[in-house]
């Protein structure tokens, strides 16, 4: 069946900033969070914000340019407006950054679901639900029930009555797995927590000793260095290529030592480029151009190195 998303962006942090425009994997939260939507195949992706800051306007853009289309709309009515009348639609809490994997999970449900914690102090920044249960900001719903929850709205706040009067449709209320709860923005503890996580969870597993011993701090810094900076993974793989061309040119030359430095400055950035792709949610098409001519460039390098 069809998907949309609907993200919540009206809610506000003590200093009257948008929760919406949080500090999150070197972007911002909504990015984060449309990233998230556009990944499991969710269109429109439908923002609700009353007021669309200079910031909150330059995130959308830069979604746009990334091909991610998102729709802000100001008011309940037109959000309930964007969607087809059979679509299903993910609903996504103000400030929350949900695990991919678990909005994946989510995404292939089939029916009305909710994603709740358990409510005990570690889980007091979510809404409650019922005595044991708030609701973890995620929930799978239609958009006849997201209409028919317009039409009767009034004053009221379309995310909270959206997710009472699904929990009344008998929707399946369903645990989210420990170590995947999302995260609350609204704190730099959480967003920095939250990093760590992208961070761990960017890791693959490796078969040599340099790379399961030796460049996995290195790959952690220069992730966590590059990932609020504009650059594209592609650049990496392409700077590595060019490095080992130059120190193969290098080493027919006799320069060894200045090729050799090279070679290892090279070594961990296929790994960064790849690492920078998973926490952006931007993954590396496979395949990809530079990743395909690194191999005949280390042989070049190898032959250049026999040539000496």
Known sequence: MALGALIAANGEDDGGG????????GRTLVEYQARCAAAVGAAPIV?????????????????????????????AAEASARFDPDLQVLQMADGV????????????????????????????????IDDSRRWAGLALVDSALLADTVRMLGDWDLQSTLLRRTVQAGARLVAAPEGMTPFVAGSVDSGEAFDRHLLQSSRSRRRD???RFVLPPLE????????????????????????VLVAALLLTRGLNWWAMGLLVAATPLDRLAERLGTVRLRPLARGNLPARLLPP????????LAWF
């Open 18 to 25: 948008l929760h919406a425009l949080a500090p999150l994997a």
């Open 47 to 75: 923002i609700l914000v009353e007021r669309v800051p200079p910031a909150l306007q330059a995130a959308f853009e830069r979604l746009r340019g990334e091909g991610i289309g998102v729709v802000p709309v100001s008011d």
């Open 97 to 128: 950054a949900p695990s991919p994997a678990l909005l994946a999970d989510l995404a292939a449900e089939d029916s009305r679901t909710i994603l709740t914690v358990p409510d005990d102090e570690r889980h007091e920044a979510f809404e409650r």
């Open 209 to 211: 000793w340099p790379s």
């Open 220 to 243: 952690d810094f220069l992730t966590r260095q590059l990932m609020g900076a504009p650059i594209q993974p592609a650049w990496l793989l392409w700077l590595a290529v060019a490095m």
């Open 297 to 304: 460039a280390h042989g070049l390098a190898l032959l250049g």
